[in-house]
């Protein structure tokens, strides 16, 4: 089992910045990709970035030059820098490990982007 815990979420002005983290604890060995995902209300769950193997990134068009996921294992710690923030982000942010063909869910932290 993973447990996921994330944090860094809140409100934010359209042009702001945010910093999202998500500790990892469990057993963490042999982790396939990590990765964040948003849900905006009426929506559905989306992709927004994800490191495979520990060193391979991808992000959503949307959120490209704007987003950052970066991961710091002596932390067992993900992160993602959002620069830019846009109306548009506002969601339910996810973080998401795919550890031997299972993925596990943080509960999420609510980013709210006003304009």
């Known amino acids: 089992q993973v447990q996921l815990v994330e944090s860094g979420g809140g409100l934010v002005q359209a042009g702001g910045s945010l910093r999202l983290s998500c500790v990892a604890s469990?057993?963490?060995?042999?982790?396939?990709?990590m990765g964040w995902y948003r849900q905006a209300p009426g929506k559905q769950r989306e992709l927004v970035a994800v490191?495979?193997?520990?060193?391979?990134?991808n992000y959503a068009d949307s959120v490209k030059g704007r987003f950052t996921i970066s991961r710091d294992n002596a932390k067992n710690t993900m992160y993602l820098q959002m620069n830019s923030l846009k109306p548009e982000d506002t969601a339910v942010y996810y973080c998401?490990?795919?550890?031997?063909?299972?993925?596990?869910w943080g509960k999420g932290t609510l980013v709210t982007v006003s304009s």
């Open positions: 998401n490990v795919l550890r031997a063909g299972v993925n596990f």
């Open positions: 469990g057993s963490i060995f042999s982790i396939n990709a």
């Open positions: 490191i495979i193997r520990a060193y391979s990134t």
